[in-house]
């Protein structure tokens, strides 16, 4: 990674959205000594509105706090898609949940990935770790931040006693990315 | 942990919870608040913390309460904060205005979203600049500082408890809940590397003890609850012993120095930033989350090869007015982005007298500039 490198999340709240965003911006800052900005948005709503998680990653100083064009945009709601879908970088990875979101054509001059971390969250029994898993995928897929840095910044984030298990769905949406890219 | 006070080390946090911790790390013993969209963050840490700490952390019935009992603790000998967004800063004003007048040292953060009235909760503004300034009833000195990152946010909550001990005031850390939500990497130094100034407590005999004594510029020692003093202490207007005395001539000392005691020390208390003042044209006068897009539009002008400069205001009040009044004798132009309908553009071209052109660039809140925004605008003198 070069220069300045803008990572959107969105999805609505519940998802866990904007935890992802902060885990990823203190991989950056505290564990790459990246600069790093993680700014959210948010309606009023506790849960079901529609949120965004951005995060501006650069070696300089980031001035300018807010993700103008993501080069990673991630999106975990329908209708992310439709509020976010089109604020992606020309020739920028989207990322997408594909049960939960699904494309009318495919966009064109993007590289799109599709991965089922809610899914693979249900399948090892807890919901709530989906924007782990997405987390790992986003790792294996986004090329923004290393493994290792974002695996301690998992687990400095979340409650303790549960570091096991958000360790193994995140290793699963890592693999996950990776056999992507095979 | 050695030094539960202070939280060495690096930490990803965002811009409440640093206010929080700057609170900590200068000593603060007592909060008292009621929560408020987007200031929560700074009780809910405070409401974790100060318990660790050995404080008390109290959830008032609203903000006219918890303006009350922040005074109270302040004099009952605790440093005391409380923190709020524009509709409970509203509710604070008859209190601050009695901190003002009975000299009582605390810390006021106010994370400003748009307003007016319930505005825009979740949503940033920079419109209660005027309200901190001007916002209780009477004349009164006011301190506004305002951060434009969580390390500010750290920093400036530190240095706002050390103005409001030395000039014996109510202090504002006037953020915007851009800055109060965004997190970055903050660094909390080591003890030995802060500026933590400590009460400055009553030591004179107590018959000659005056704890309102204004023959200096700066307020004397106080004297807390159960030192001994017998002090009283009173919103209206009193005399050196701090005794009720309703006339002209009391009330001309009492305002005066209560007025003076910011105004003729201005020039100590002002804090900015500047970038390219030597050859600027054009400056950018900017503060909180606006200065950062301010920076990148200069940064980015300047590097064109064209001569623009920044302000930042770092003290919103007192105003930097010598700095834009000799400015303003050589630039063509300041350009003013804030998210209001015209607050600190108007205290530019006030301090400007007609010298230079003032073009305020307003949002109404909810939103920030962008910086070509920025630099379309100064294209425009240049």
């Not at chain 1, 990673?72 to 949940?97: E, H, R």
């Not at chain 2, 990803?12 to 929080?20: E, L, S, T």
């Not at chain 2, 008292?32 to 959830?59: F, K």
């Not at chain 2, 807390?224 to 009173?234: D, K, L, P, R, S």
Request: net charge negative; with cysteine.
């Amino acid at each position: 990674m070069k220069g300045k490198y803008e990572v959107r999340l969105a999805g609505f709240g519940g998802q866990g959205i904007i935890l992802a965003g902060h885990i990823l911006g203190k991989a950056a800052s505290l564990f790459e000594k990246k600069n790093a900005v993680f700014t959210q948005s948010y309606g009023p709503e506790a849960r079901g509105g529609s949120c965004s998680a951005d995060v501006v990653i650069s070696d300089e100083t980031i001035h300018y706090p807010k993700v103008i064009e993501p080069d990673v945009l991630v999106l975990m709601s329908q209708g992310a898609l439709g509020t976010y879908g089109n604020s992606i970088k020309d020739g920028g990875i989207l990322i997408l949940d594909e049960d939960l979101v699904s494309l009318m054509e495919e966009p064109s001059g993007l590289t799109v990935y599709r991965a089922p971390a809610t899914r693979i969250a249900e399948e090892m029994g807890k919901r709530i770790v989906a924007n782990i898993v997405m987390l790992g995928a986003v790792t294996a897929l986004g090329g923004v931040v290393g493994y290792e840095s974002m695996k301690k910044a998992v687990t400095d984030s979340i409650p303790a006693g549960t570091e096991d298990f958000n360790i193994s769905a995140f290793d699963k949406g890592y693999e996950y990315g990776k056999s992507l890219l095979s | 942990m050695a030094d539960r006070d202070l939280l060495v080390g690096e930490h990803f946090i965002h811009g409440d919870a640093a206010c929080a911790e700057g609170a900590i790390a200068s000593g603060c013993l007592f909060f008292a608040g009621y929560p408020i969209t987007p200031a929560t963050e700074v009780a809910e840490r405070m409401a974790r913390r100060l318990p660790e700490v050995g404080g008390v952390y109290i959830q008032m019935e609203d903000e006219i309460a918890s303006m009350a009992a922040i005074l109270g603790a302040s004099w009952g000998g605790a440093k005391s904060m409380t923190a709020t967004s524009g509709p409970g800063f509203s509710l604070m004003m008859e209190n601050i205005g009695l901190g003002m007048m009975t000299e009582t040292p605390c810390v006021v953060v106010n994370i400003q979203r748009g307003g007016p009235s319930t505005g825009l909760p979740t949503l940033v503004g920079q419109a209660d600049v005027m309200q901190a300034r001007w916002g209780s009833h009477g004349d009164y000195g006011c301190i506004a500082l305002a951060p434009a990152s969580p390390q500010e946010c750290f920093d400036l909550t530190i240095k706002a408890f050390n103005l409001s001990e030395t000039y014996r005031q109510p202090v504002f850390v006037l953020a915007d809940e851009v800055v109060g939500h965004m997190t970055e990497k903050v660094i909390i130094p080591k003890r030995e590397k802060l500026h933590i100034l400590a009460r400055s407590l009553a030591k004179a005999p107590k018959q000659d003890y005056l704890p309102f004594d204004s023959s200096g510029l700066l307020p004397p020692p106080m004297a807390i609850a159960g030192q001994g003093y017998h002090v009283h202490v009173t919103g209206l207007t009193h005399d050196e012993r701090g005794y009720p005395v309703i006339t002209a001539e009391v009330q001309e000392r009492n305002v005066r120095h209560i007025v003076d005691k910011v105004r003729k020390n201005a020039q100590r208390i002002i804090e900015v930033d500047t970038v390219g003042l030597e050859d600027a044209e054009v400056v950018v006068v900017a503060y909180g989350c606006t200065s950062r897009v301010a920076r990148q539009a200069v940064e980015n002008l300047r590097q064109k090869g064209f001569k623009v400069g920044l302000v930042k205001l770092i003290t919103i009040w007192p105003f930097p007015s010598n700095l834009i009044r000799d400015l303003s004798k050589r630039v063509k132009a300041f350009i003013v982005p804030e998210i209001n309908y015209g607050q600190i553009a108007y205290e530019v071209e006030r301090t400007a007298q007609g010298d230079a052109e003032v073009l305020l660039m307003a949002l109404m809140g909810g939103s920030i500039h962008t910086p070509s925004e920025i630099e379309e605008a100064v294209g425009e003198y240049l």
